[in-house]
């Protein structure tokens, strides 16, 4: 029993020493067993792609008063107020969702469900997406020491703010 136990142990020690010096195994494969890493993006290029066109779609509305209904030649299907897409998402159970919300001075834009470290993720998509809208980045000192960004588009201005929880983040355009 003893000698088979001993056996046993040499041949796991050898496969570990061959894994890891396998120079094409990742860290996190060699961690998780070839299972990819733990905690993996919810995010993806598609929802990428819908939350930069409702991002377009929430500031033009913020700046001219345009309705969102343009956001449904991308997929985009009217619920009261808000327009939504849901995309199918293999790294979620379910699908996940792209919310473009209009208020009076204001437009929301939702995606979930995201984990925390997509939050910064999520939020740099912000700039590009206004980048290519037509709007100009500007700074706001707020003190000698930091400066708040805004956005700027036929002379007006378009504050932004960003939030996130309940497994989503949020992106707030306000009219200034």
Do not use: H
Not at 5 to 24: E, Y
Not at 39 to 61: D, G, K, M, P, W
Not at 85 to 113: H, M, Q, W, Y
Request: glycine share 8%; hydrophobic share 40%; proline share 5%.
């Amino acid at each position: 029993m003893r000698k088979a136990i001993n056996n046993l142990s040499v041949a796991m020690t050898a496969s570990l020493l061959v894994a890891c010096s396998n120079p094409t195994a990742s860290t996190s494969e060699q961690a998780t067993g070839g299972a990819g890493p733990m905690r993996s993006s919810l995010v993806n290029a598609t929802i990428e792609s819908s939350f930069s066109q409702a991002i377009a779609a929430c500031a033009n509305y913020v700046v001219s008063g345009t309705s969102l209904s343009s956001l449904g030649s991308y997929g985009f299907q009217p619920s009261g107020s808000k327009y939504i897409i849901a995309l199918e998402n293999p790294d979620v159970l379910g699908n996940s969702k792209v919310v473009a919300a209009p208020r009076r001075d204001e437009c929301r834009v939702t995606a979930s469900p995201t984990n925390f470290r997509d939050n910064n993720t999520v939020a740099s998509w912000v700039e590009p997406a206004l980048i290519r809208a037509d709007f100009e980045k500007r700074l706001r000192p707020l003190n000698e020491y930091v400066a708040e960004t805004y956005f700027v588009k036929n002379g007006v201005a378009v504050d932004l703010r960003r939030s996130s929880g309940g497994g989503g983040t949020n992106v707030i355009l306000k009219r200034q």
